[in-house]
C-alpha cells in the first residue's frame, strides 16, 4: 500500500501526541520535529480537527491533543479521512492497463 506524504504525515502526529507527557503539542513544535512547513502542518491538523480526532486551541495555553483515548482511533478511519483527497486514477477510463500491469516479453530472433 502506498500512502500520500500528506497522510504520512498525519499518521506520524496522531502517533506522536500520546507517547509524550506534554498535554498539548504546538504547531510550531511539531512542524520542526517533522520538518514540515507550519502552513503544511496546520492543514494536517485543520483536517484532524475537524473529524474529531484531536482538540486545537490557540494563545499561550494552545495547541494540539488527542480528542479521544489512542485506543479508540482507528487506523483505517484516519487513512480514509487523510486520503479522501488525494487524486485517484481510475483504470477503467484508461485506453490501456497501467504500466505494472503489462508484462513485457522479449524474444530472441533467429538469423
Known amino acids: 500500500m502506498r ?4 497522510t504520512d504525515r498525519g499518521l506520524r502526529m496522531l502517533m506522536r501526541m ?7 503539542f504546538s ?7 517533522f520538518g ?3 502552513n503544511h502542518l496546520v492543514q494536517i491538523m485543520q483536517r484532524l480537527s ?7 486551541r490557540r494563545r499561550s495555553v494552545g495547541g494540539a491533543a488527542l480528542d479521544n483515548p ?6 483505517g478511519a484516519v487513512v480514509s479521512l487523510l486520503e479522501e483527497r488525494q487524486p485517484r486514477v481510475r483504470y477503467d477510463r484508461l485506453n490501456s492497463p497501467p504500466n505494472f500491469f503489462i508484462a513485457k516479453t522479449h524474444t ?3 538469423r
Request: charged fraction near 25%; glycine fraction near 2%; include cysteine.
Open 3 to 6: 500512502l500520500a506524504s500528506f
Open 18 to 24: 500520546p507517547s509524550a507527557p506534554s498535554p498539548a
Open 27 to 33: 504547531t510550531a513544535d511539531l512542524a520542526e520535529e
Open 36 to 38: 514540515l512547513s507550519c
Open 50 to 56: 475537524r473529524a474529531g480526532l484531536i482538540d486545537t
Open 70 to 75: 489512542a485506543s479508540e482511533i482507528r487506523l
Open 108 to 110: 530472441k530472433t533467429e
